[in-house]
């Protein structure tokens, strides 16, 4: 039996996805992860089969539609249904189509459409699988009380008709089989009660690392600056795609200047390049560092600033430093409304940043750590293999 996991997207739609194909191939099966093509050399890294699927998405495609990635300067009402967009959900549709064989099964992230209808041209059984908050909202349900539709769902419905012509017949029944889970890779207090849910496992986070960290050490200034300072902050945006990322820069610096405390910057996709064109990297209270391992950087700083994509805030959560959310669009808003409503972070308007307010908010604070989730909320890749294990 082959399992073909397939995702897109940026590296928090990948890293999960990565690491329950690294358990499940322990486990005996055979992996096959059909991804983003900028994210090869990583599923390769782990050890994993890989077939390219969609776009390729990387740093420099994003920097070149940041604002696509920042809902407070274009909000998802203004996306429009194109057939430029037609064309790429029919082109990864039929990349889909031609990997599956009859007896694989399809482990599909939920961003991705018409995964039942692909499922059942392929005969092949298949399973659905949720990265963020708000991956298991039954968006169909939710659709019917409101009075118009989206552009893009009716362009997808109008896409799904004109397959299932096309590859079933026109005679065919339009009902495809359930799949065999639903697993949702959140812990419970990443389940936003107010909306509608579909029926799924809840297996908490599903945390996996780049193995380059199995055997990385820190550089000497990084040692140096943890063992001569008192805890600092971090800044730590992952892949998350930025208009301004040297205003925002500018503004994280001034908080640690205010609090006398050294800023760690790790170079995520938004600041590769920048470093040496630009003076303010010189900063005496700036330190930037090349992507790491945030398993090991995050129990060392006093107060992390990250974006909310759940990637980075499980690893976060998982640390117990101090967290200021700044979201900027998807499920970025609404893990920030969940984290503080569990007393997990604070959260920050990006683009109102205000760093004399920020500054006297982490100066005031208790300097205990937030609540943090329990250790089982962490463990999710092992109760999804087990999970899939009873059904595969």
């Known amino acids: 039996m082959r399992l073909i996991l397939a995702t897109m997207g940026t590296l928090g739609d990948h890293l999960p996805m990565l690491g329950l194909g690294c358990a499940l191939q322990r486990q005996g099966f055979s992996v096959l992860v059909a991804c983003n093509r900028a994210v090869h050399g990583l599923a390769q890294r782990a050890g994993l089969e890989v077939a390219s699927f969609g776009e390729g998405l990387g740093p420099d495609q994003a920097a070149g539609s940041s604002s696509h990635w920042d809902h407070w300067i274009r909000t998802p009402e203004k996306v429009v249904w194109n057939n430029i967009v037609q064309m790429r959900f029919l082109a990864q549709t039929q990349e889909l189509l031609a990997l599956l064989e009859p007896d694989d099964v399809l482990i599909g992230s939920r961003n991705l459409p018409l995964l039942s209808l692909i499922a059942r041209v392929c005969r092949c059984r298949w399973v659905e699988v949720g990265l963020n908050s708000g991956s298991m909202i039954d968006y169909e349900l939710l659709a019917k009380s409101r009075m118009e539709a989206h552009p893009w769902q009716l362009g997808l419905e109008k896409l799904e008709h004109t397959l299932r012509q096309n590859l079933l017949g026109p005679a065919e029944d339009p009902t495809d089989p359930p799949p065999l889970l639903r697993l949702h890779a959140v812990s419970e207090m990443f389940v936003p009660g107010d909306y509608p849910q579909l029926p799924c496992h809840r297996t908490g986070f599903w945390c996996f690392e780049d193995p380059l960290w199995q055997h990385w050490s820190p550089p000497a200034e990084l040692v140096t600056t943890l063992a001569t300072a008192s805890a600092p902050l971090g800044l730590a945006f992952s892949s998350q795609p930025l208009v301004d990322p040297l205003a925002l820069l500018e503004n994280h610096l001034r908080v640690a200047e205010l609090l006398g405390q050294p800023l760690i910057l790790v170079k995520g996709?938004?600041?590769?390049?920048?470093?040496?064109?630009?003076?303010?990297?010189?900063?005496?209270?700036?330190?930037?560092?090349?992507?790491?391992?945030?398993?090991?950087?995050?129990?060392?700083?006093?107060?992390?600033?990250?974006?909310?994509?759940?990637?980075?805030?499980?690893?976060?959560?998982?640390?117990?430093?101090?967290?200021?959310?700044?979201?900027?669009?998807?499920?970025?808003?609404?893990?920030?409304?969940?984290?503080?409503?569990?007393?997990?972070?604070?959260?920050?308007?990006?683009?109102?940043?205000?760093?004399?307010?920020?500054?006297?908010?982490?100066?005031?604070?208790?300097?205990?750590?937030?609540?943090?989730?329990?250790?089982?909320?962490?463990?999710?890749?092992?109760?999804?293999?087990?999970?899939?294990?009873?059904?595969?």
């Open 269 to 392: 996709w938004a600041f590769q390049g920048l470093e040496s064109s630009n003076p303010i990297f010189q900063h005496p209270s700036l330190l930037a560092v090349d992507p790491l391992s945030f398993r090991w950087l995050f129990p060392r700083l006093d107060t992390a600033f990250v974006h909310g994509g759940m990637g980075t805030l499980a690893a976060a959560l998982a640390g117990g430093c101090r967290l200021v959310i700044e979201p900027f669009g998807n499920d970025q808003f609404l893990n920030a409304k969940l984290a503080m409503q569990h007393g997990l972070a604070w959260s920050v308007h990006p683009h109102r940043f205000d760093s004399d307010q920020v500054a006297a908010l982490l100066a005031q604070a208790s300097p205990l750590r937030l609540a943090q989730a329990p250790a089982s909320d962490f463990q999710g890749i092992d109760q999804a293999v087990n999970l899939l294990c009873q059904v595969c």
